[in-house]
């Protein structure tokens, strides 16, 4: 008899929703109550997670964001660097907390500077294996007589530039303090 009951029961028609039962609504999906695109928030909400503001601040100064433009440009190279050195890139990334669009790890503050250094030292190495003099290193320019180091050692967007081409074995020259050119091919007799 209760095999008949299951089965009479089951051929009833049922209500479209629950709320024909007396329960609750048709709960609402995400995409239906996610608010309108803020690109502030969006901004804001990376700078927390990049760890390039403190969590209670509400705002940004233009060289944070100028900042946050850096670590974008040089993310992917930072990130496949750190990945082989000691201690991958674990404490140099963040991912997202909200459950937000980042599949990926993103580079933070602490990990951009990490590579920064990073980079430099193995620029250095680089420049004086090729001839440079480690006293005179800080001060090489490249062809266009931009110096690839700044005040404090650190190698810049146009020592990054000449350094990956040296180190791709790609055509390129820089100079030394004293007008000596050097480059991967024999650097031309005078400068453009």
Request: charged share 30%; aromatic share 10%.
């Given at each position: 008899?209760s095999a008949?009951l299951?089965?009479?029961?089951?051929a009833?028609?049922?209500?479209?929703?629950?709320?024909?039962?007396?329960?609750?609504?048709?709960?609402?999906?995400?995409?239906?109550?996610?608010?309108p695109?803020?690109?502030?928030?969006?901004?804001?909400?990376?700078?927390?997670?990049?760890?390039?503001?403190?969590?209670?601040?509400?705002?940004?100064?233009?060289?944070?964001?100028?900042?946050?433009?850096?670590i974008?440009?040089?993310?992917?190279?930072?990130?496949?660097?750190?990945?082989?050195?000691?201690g991958?890139?674990?404490?140099?990334?963040?991912?997202?907390?909200?459950?937000?669009?980042?599949?990926?790890?993103?580079?933070?503050?602490?990990?951009?500077?990490?590579?920064?250094?990073?980079?430099?030292?193995?620029?250095?190495?680089?420049?004086?294996?090729?001839?440079?003099d480690?006293?005179?290193?800080?001060?090489?320019?490249?062809?266009?007589?931009?110096?690839?180091?700044?005040?404090?050692?650190?190698?810049?967007?146009?020592?990054?530039?000449?350094?990956?081409r040296?180190?791709?074995?790609l055509?390129?020259?820089?100079?030394?303090?004293?007008?000596?050119?050097?480059?991967?091919?024999?650097?031309?007799?005078?400068?453009?």
């Open positions: 008899m008949a299951l089965i009479l029961a089951l009833l028609p049922l209500p479209a929703a629950a709320g024909g039962l007396g329960g609750h609504a048709d709960p609402k999906t995400a995409l239906d109550q996610a608010a695109f803020d690109p502030r928030k969006a901004t804001l909400e990376e700078l927390w997670q990049r760890r390039l503001l403190p969590p209670d601040q509400s705002s940004w100064a233009p060289q944070d964001l100028e900042l946050l433009r850096k974008r440009r040089a993310e992917k190279a930072a990130i496949a660097f750190l990945k082989r050195r000691p991958g890139t674990r404490p140099w990334t963040a991912r997202s907390r909200s459950g937000g669009s980042w599949s990926e790890a993103k580079l933070t503050k602490e990990g951009y500077e990490k590579y920064l250094f990073l980079l430099s030292q193995d620029a250095l190495e680089f420049f004086e294996s090729k001839g440079a480690a006293k005179w290193v800080f001060k090489l320019r490249d062809w266009d007589d931009k110096p690839l180091f700044d005040g404090g050692g650190r190698i810049t967007d146009e020592g990054v530039r000449v350094y990956d040296a180190r791709l074995n055509e390129v020259f820089w100079k030394g303090p004293d007008g000596t050119a050097y480059g991967t091919r024999r650097p031309p007799s005078k400068t453009p």
